[in-house]
Antibody
């Protein structure tokens, strides 16, 4: 079955960077786009960006431009999201979610989420 | 990109119907058919309930339905059940490869 499995929880100090991974299985990795969405405690979902796993095209939310880097390893079917210059407001659960390009299909499935805590 | 506007909370009794609205603009909801709804239980990842405004993925109960008119989308849940209690988020394509979520609505089944 289609599955996205994310890396484990992280605790980082302010100013550091964090890299979260999302390993895909059960489908052809390069045929889909991987999105990243975050959710601060008690807050709404917030779209961060995506990568086309096939051609490597990337798009970032303006809010995170300059701080976020999304990459992928096609040989291992893994997508990565790296966020730099962390501050306390970046404490959140980070999700990856798959979407089929050139369709109206939704984000489905989602990874289980990775809690990133930024604290000194 | 501003979040889409949803009511913070709605409630209903078992068996009743409720509707959650999602208001955007002509730059997002009003311009594209990429409108989806997600259900999120506490501590869990979101799950898609409606996509393309009104389509249900396989496995989603037909008690869930969606519609859209101009800049506003709606999610209706009929025959409320206790397990429907969750947070619900709408999401729309906003052009130029970007996406936007709503503020979320907490559904309480009384």
């Amino acid at each position: 079955q289609v599955q996205l499995v994310q890396s484990g929880a992280e605790v980082k100090q302010p100013g550091a960077s964090v890299k979260v991974s999302c390993k895909a299985s059960g489908y052809t990795f390069t045929s889909y786009i991987m999105h990243w969405v975050r959710q601060a405690p008690g807050q709404r979902l917030e779209w961060m960006g995506w990568i086309n796993a096939g051609n490597g095209e990337i798009k970032y939310s303006q809010k995170f431009q300059g701080r976020v880097t999304i990459t992928r390893d096609t040989s291992a079917s893994i997508a990565y999201m790296e966020l730099s210059s962390l501050r306390s407001e970046d404490t959140a659960v980070y999700y990856c979610a798959r979407r089929e390009p050139n369709t109206n299909n939704p984000f489905d499935p989602w990874g289980q989420g990775t809690l990133v805590t930024v604290s000194s | 990109q501003s979040a889409l506007t949803q009511p913070a909370s709605v409630s209903g009794s078992p068996g009743q119907s409720i509707t959650i609205s999602c208001t955007g603009s002509s730059s997002d909801v009003g311009s594209y058919n990429h409108l989806s709804w997600y259900q999120q239980h506490p501590g869990k990842a979101p799950k898609v309930m409606i996509y393309e405004g009104s389509k249900r993925p396989s496995g989603v109960s037909n008690r869930f339905s969606g519609s859209k008119s101009a800049n506003t989308a709606s999610l209706t849940i009929s025959g409320l059940q206790p397990e429907d209690e969750a947070d619900y988020y709408c999401c729309s394509y906003a052009g130029s490869g970007t996406w936007v979520f709503g503020g979320g609505t907490k559904l309480t089944v009384l």
